[in-house]
């Protein structure tokens, strides 16, 4: 196996949760893996190994993306316009527009098409920094469509340098369909949906929106209850719009994150603390909603919570194509810090998608997914808004050509 030596670079690992700085760092990586990292001047002698000078760069783990909704048909600029006149989310949705749109959109939509609009937003993503990304169905809403979606998600993983988990949103909405028969449509993902796309090898994981517009508590449970008969782990959008103690919930069923939470309470962290789930939080929606209820940040820190941090890409609520800039708002708008930031986009991250024995820090025998920055520091990250700061990809130990 090919065994190659990065060096001239400093290393944020981020092991810890912490930077966790190595100056002059040197990255040994065999195959798809690291082999051993530490500073340059401890490295033992590699033979037959291919040296790469980095050019003082800092390297951080390649950024994980652990919330979005990369794969729909249309958009809904026309939506954000309507809101901008004063006309508010839930009034679009009851309207017929909203999620629902998306749902027409995304159904009227090949599977060729999909992909070759989702493949564009998830190279704005991968420009960025992104190596691993979480990508949800929820636009589909009966099983042939949500079946597309998650294909488009698996054919993406396939195709382009990146890792793809693909996670099932069936109890995303209502569709149409089901109009007033909410109980029927969960008894249909439960009976029907979750079964057959499992079986097609199709999910990594279970996802369900508890809110007092889509899923009660009760109705979630029921879904959680046939992931965890199906063998996958379960992750939940709780308390974005009120607190229906959607997390503590998720926290019962060992969800792997809670998302959103706003709204979320003091018993809420203490239940997500115990159980391990963590706390993904998406500052581009937030942002986009002019929401002004803050997640309780100091709750999450007092009970050790892990945060993650992510785009939540998606038409209706956060258009947004650049994790960085999801860092940034993380530190403006919850007034965490660069380092809290990145620790939520790399091993908070991972943990949110159950990769953390593969994924989401520099350490040997994980994946050797970097980035190399042209930064002077790692606050940068968090500093600049967007934009291209001067990168080298390497995926499993591989450079990525954009
Ligand atoms: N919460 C969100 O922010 C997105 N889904 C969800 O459950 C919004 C999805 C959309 O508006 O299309
Ligand atoms: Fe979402």
New binding site residues.
């Given amino acids: 196996m090919h065994k190659r030596i990065w060096q001239n670079c400093h290393a944020a690992t981020m092991v810890g949760g912490t930077y966790s700085i190595i100056e002059d760092a040197a990255i040994v990586t065999v195959g798809e893996r690291i082999d051993w990292i530490g500073p340059r001047n401890e490295i033992l002698a590699q033979q037959g190994a291919e040296v790469i000078d980095l050019g003082g760069a800092w390297v951080t783990p390649g950024l994980i993306d652990c919330h979005t909704?990369t794969v729909?048909g249309g958009n809904?600029s026309g939506e954000f316009e309507q809101r901008l006149q004063g006309v508010s989310?839930a009034e679009i949705?009851a309207a017929g527009g909203?999620?629902a749109s998306?749902v027409r959109a995304t159904r009227a939509a090949s599977e060729d098409q999909l992909f070759a609009s989702a493949r564009q937003r998830l190279d704005a993503l991968r420009r960025d920094g992104v190596t691993t990304v979480e990508i949800k169905s929820?636009?589909g809403l009966d099983l042939a469509n949500e079946a597309k979606m998650l294909r488009v998600a698996r054919r993406l993983g396939a195709e382009l340098p990146v890792t793809v988990r693909a996670t099932c949103?069936a109890a995303?909405?209502l569709p149409p369909e089901y109009l007033e028969r909410a109980d029927d449509y969960i008894a249909h993902i439960c009976d029907e949906m979750l079964p057959a796309l499992a079986a097609e090898g199709l999910v990594d994981a279970v996802d369900a929106?508890c809110?007092y517009l889509?899923f009660s508590p009760a109705q979630v449970e029921r879904v959680f209850i046939k992931a965890q008969a199906l063998g996958l782990p379960v992750k939940l959008?709780a308390e974005?719009l009120s607190s229906l103690a959607g997390s503590t919930l998720a926290a019962r069923y060992q969800a792997l994150s809670a998302d959103?939470l706003e709204f979320m309470t003091e018993a809420d962290a203490i239940a997500m603390a115990a159980s391990g789930t963590v706390a993904v939080l998406?500052p581009g929606?937030f942002y986009f909603?002019r929401e002004t209820q803050l997640p309780p940040m100091d709750a999450l820190r007092a009970h050790g919570v892990a945060i993650a941090i992510a785009s939540?890409l998606?038409?209706?609520?956060?258009p947004g194509l650049s994790l960085r800039l999801m860092l940034n708002m993380a530190c403006t708008l919850f007034r965490m810090t660069p380092e809290e930031a990145l620790a939520g986009v790399t091993v908070h991250a991972a943990n949110a998608l159950g990769l953390q024995a593969s994924h989401g820090s520099l350490e040997a025998g994980k994946v050797a997914d970097f980035v190399a920055w042209n930064i002077e520091r790692p606050a940068d990250l968090a500093y600049w808004l967007g934009g291209d700061l001067g990168k080298r990809v390497v995926r499993h130990g591989l450079e990525v050509t954009f």
């Fill in positions: 909704h729909f809904r989310y949705a909203g999620i998306t929820g636009y949103l995303h909405a929106f809110e889509a959008h974005q959103h998406l929606a909603l939540d998606n038409p209706g609520t956060s």
